[in-house]
């Protein structure tokens, strides 16, 4: 493997970069692959696994002897993928690729793919964040996505405030949700020293995430919100998960119990829907390691904007264990008629050797 310090790729089959490259992943990749030394790939695709929460390529590469290695390449989540309106048929195994993405802190022969370029000159961009690669350089066109008309139709029909199909606009970089869990928050003298103890690699990667309450509100991946007789259902296609909101207050019986998406009430003030959300378990509540405990409590604002083509989003966070002062975070969807919240179905098992 040749060792470049250019953004730019020789034609080999392998070379190694160093670059400044933000990491913005589904599931998050810190302590398994190194955004900041990025590789290139050249081979013949032996095997693809369509899935969440990624997608798995396996490439046979070429060396100069003609030698050949197996790499394990993982990539965005198909659910990514649906979202560019990119159909899975946009590779086989057999055909000839190049991958663009972050080296493994692991192997020698495994990455995290975010760009590739298809053997007919279209490059895909494979994760939510991620910037055109191949096609910047001059050495193909972006691929162009499909969807359906008639879901686009219904779509349109049906639409009514909140009760759409929103979702993150993953192509655009100044987005405020790239910067809804930073991690820059100002934390009490225990919460620093509950993060300072997080080890990123402890997490997953492979694994199906349990998600939580307020950690799903930052999930790229399309969502609902439907009538449920007097309640409403929040429906996300990360992880299938479903958090009901109880907007009859005659009707409230509060669980005692808690959990990861704790016991929610709304209410509306116009056309906005506010929610106050309590009981939640206590878990990290970013990519960060930033801890909550068994006191978190959210206030959400939840306000179409317009002409109900975005919703905007304001997060109250509340925790007098974690923050000296209430935390406020902002974000917003996108209106997305030609998308539906698909099944998730996450696979635990990732073994494709």
């Known amino acids: ?56 390529f396996e490439v046979d590469v070429a060396n100069d002897s003609g030698d050949v290695t197996t790499w394990i ?42 760009n590739m370029l298809l053997k007919n000159g279209k490059e895909v961009i494979l ?31 049906s639409a009514d405030g909140i009760f759409r199909v929103w979702s993150t606009n993953i192509d655009d970089r100044s987005s405020d949700r790239l910067k809804m869990f930073d991690g820059n928050y100002p934390l009490t003298e225990s919460a620093t020293a509950q993060r300072r103890e997080y080890d990123a690699g402890d997490q997953a990667l492979r694994g199906c ?7 799903i509100m930052a999930n790229p991946l399309p969502m609902e919100f439907i009538r449920d007789g007097d309640d409403i259902l929040q429906r996300f296609e990360e992880d299938d998960n479903v958090r009901i909101i109880h907007m009859d207050e005659s009707s409230r019986a509060p669980s005692l119990e808690m959990s990861s998406l704790g016991y929610s009430t709304g209410r509306w003030e116009g056309d906005t829907l506010v929610i106050e959300t309590s009981r939640l378990e206590p878990e990290r509540f970013d990519d960060h390691g930033t801890p909550f405990s068994a006191a978190l409590y959210l206030l959400e604002r939840f306000s179409p904007a317009d002409g109900g083509n975005r919703l905007d989003y304001t997060l109250t966070v509340t925790d007098p264990n974690t923050f000296p002062t209430s935390l406020q975070l902002r974000r917003h969807w996108d209106w997305r008629p030609e ?5 998730y179905k996450c696979e635990e098992d990732q073994q494709v050797r």
């Open 127 to 157: 994760t939510a964040g991620s910037l055109p690669y191949f096609s910047a350089n001059d050495a193909g066109s972006i691929l162009e996505a499909e969807y359906d008309n008639e879901t686009i139709a219904a779509a349109r029909i």
């Open 73 to 114: 390449i993982e990539s965005g989540a198909l659910g990514v993928l649906r979202s560019r309106g990119l159909a899975r048929e946009f590779v086989q195994p057999g055909d000839h690729v190049k991958i663009m993405g972050d080296s493994s802190i692991r192997s020698d022969h495994e990455m995290f793919a975010r």
């Open 209 to 215: 995430t349990k998600w939580t309450m307020p950690r």
């Open 1 to 56: 493997m040749c060792i470049k310090t250019f953004r730019y790729f020789l034609p080999l089959s392998a070379c190694l970069i160093i670059a400044a490259h933000e990491a913005f992943a589904h599931h998050s990749v810190a302590g398994f692959y190194d955004p900041e030394k990025l590789i290139e790939i050249e081979g013949v695709i032996r095997n693809v696994r369509w899935r969440n929460p990624h997608t798995v």
């Open 339 to 343: 998308i539906t919240v698909g099944a």
